[in-house]
């Protein structure tokens, strides 16, 4: 555990703001389809931003699992983009420092999108790497390779993404 995780432990309000997004992620065990997921992000969503003083975020493995979850195939663009809106909420609170040491709890349901995402998806997503991931710059050199392997399905020549 890093030592200022430790200290945050020691503060009341960083343990009520993390029984808060606890109770939110319990909202997922309960969800049985697409629009229980949809609704559990939204619920996910408000308690994040319930308290923006902490830049490092309680139970990250288990919102990262949840939102890798909320990214299958199989699910409607809907959760997609409902579950790219809470990982930029995340990125707005972690900042670069923390994103940077959390970068592989959070790739591994980012990076293998692209090549399965709707086209109303695919610039959501890549705006995120401009945004958050491409300005980590030689702190994104761990993950760069799947980065790339990413992004390359996810190129069709002719389309506007490829451009991008």
Known sequence: MDPEEQELLNDYRYRNYSSVIEKALR???????????????????KALQSNLRYSL??????????LAQCLHPALPSGV?????????????????KW??????????????LLANAAMSVRPVLLGLYEKYFLPLQKLLLPSLQAFIVGLLPGLEEGSEIYDR
């Open 80 to 96: 997609h983009l409902k579950a790219l809106e809470t990982y930029e909420i995340i990125f707005k609170i972690v900042g670069t």
């Open 57 to 66: 975020l309680p139970r990250r493995l288990l919102i990262s699992k949840r």
């Open 27 to 45: 909202n997922f065990e309960s969800s049985s389809e697409w629009a229980d997921l949809i609704s559990s992000l939204g619920k996910l969503n």
């Open 99 to 112: 994103l940077a040491k959390d970068l592989f709890l959070y790739s591994y349901g980012l990076f293998p």
